[in-house]
Each structure stands twice: as C-alpha cells, then as structure tokens.
C-alpha cells in the first residue's frame, strides 16, 4: 500500500525544521512556493481546510496513552507533528477521485524531545474490505470497537464507518493505523488498551473533522472494549 506524507511533497526530516542557514531557507521556500506544498493544496488543487495540529484535536487521555507507549516520563517534552485537517480533506479527495485502497495519510507523530523519528504514528486511509482476522500475528488480539479492532502490544489497527456529507451521504470504510512502536516499556495488557485508546482518540477526532453521522461504533468516551 502506498504511504504518502501529510502533503502534497514528501515532509522535510526534522533536521531540517530546525535548520539555520538562510541560503537553504530561501531556496526550500522556493521549491516549496513552485510545487503547491506551502500552500498545503492537494494535487487537485483543491485548498486543504485550516491548518490544525493533533496536540489541538486529540484529547488528555489520547496524549497520556501516547506518553505512555512511547515512555516519555512526564518532565519531558513530547512533540507533535501533523495536520489532521489536512488528513480529512485528503480522504474526501480520496472518495472523490474514488482511489480507495492506495494512499495512507500521515494523521500524528508524536515526538520525544528533538528524536528524529515518531515514537508513535497514526496514519488514515479509505478502503473497500475489512482485513480477515487471521491476516495479522497471533500476538495481536480482537475488540468490539468501530467494525474491528486489532493490537498488539507495539501496534494495531482500527474500522470503523463513516456516513458524511463530504462523502454525498454515502457510507465509506475509514482505516485508522497504529504503525508499530520501537520500543514499549508497559505490560502487554497496558500497552494493547493504550494502543486502543490511541486509535480511538484519533478515530473520533477524524471523525469530528469528516462530520460523520451516528454509527461510527466509536463510543463518546473511551472504555475498554470486550475482546473478540
């Protein structure tokens, strides 16, 4: 399946973010300024809605299980990196186009300190099918939470539908993935309910931005589902 960043151009490594030479910030904005990206439009055109962060849309509980996972103890800083506005409009683009199945998009990456990779990814698609559950390893275990739910203790997936105005009223299949962890220092117990706590965070954040109607399966406030 092919990933793509949370734009229209592959994202700049955070080395990069935090440069200071001049010269090279003038030459990146003009690449950037030629190919569309620092307006954030798709390649359609289409203008991305405003600009938003994940530390803006993902709740408390949502952040501590990330926290959590990526064992960040609590005086040091975590980063976020992402724009989840960005990531509805690519999937209504993606319905639009009708190209399920073929692009995952950069939804959240979170950051302990300056590390130069996410300690923790979680990336959205569109698509068709639901996985067979006997697809994924065996350390990974089934809730009832959205259509399906699997994690593992390092990583997990979750379906769920999602009935919208941006998708003309039709009832499209939403995949959020947790892609896997390094390293996770918790209990497998603890790890696979702050893994589920973080897919259904973001879950029901994306589904705040797509406006999807009742009948997502995701509850209001998270509860350890009963597995399958």
Excluded: W
């Amino acid at each position: 399946m092919e990933r793509v960043s949370a734009a229209c151009c592959p994202m700049p490594s955070r080395t990069a973010h935090r440069g200071k030479n001049p010269l090279i910030t003038a030459l990146v904005t003009l690449v950037l300024a030629a190919t569309g990206c620092q307006s954030g439009e798709a390649k359609d055109e289409r203008p991305s809605a405003a600009r938003t962060s994940c530390a803006e849309v993902l709740d408390a509980q949502t952040k501590s299980a990330i926290r959590r996972l990526a064992d960040i103890p609590a005086p040091a800083k975590v980063e976020y990196e992402g724009d989840p506005a960005l990531t509805a409009n690519q999937l209504v683009t993606q319905y639009l186009t009708g190209k399920p199945d073929q692009r995952e998009y950069f939804f959240c990456g979170a950051y302990k300190d300056s590390s130069e990779h996410e300690s923790v990814r979680i990336d959205f698609s569109l698509t068709h099918v639901l996985p067979r559950a006997d697809t994924t390893g065996s350390e990974f275990q089934g809730y009832r939470m959205g259509k399906a739910a699997r994690v593992s203790s390092r990583a997990g997936y979750l379906y769920f539908d999602c009935s919208s105005a941006k998708f003309d009223r039709t009832t499209q299949l939403v995949h959020a993935e947790l892609e896997p962890i390094f390293r996770v220092t918790e209990t497998a117990a603890a790890a696979r309910e702050d893994n589920l706590r973080v897919l259904h965070g973001s879950s029901r954040a994306l589904s705040r931005l797509l406006g999807c109607e009742k009948g997502t399966g995701i509850t209001g406030a998270f509860t350890m589902p009963p597995t399958v």
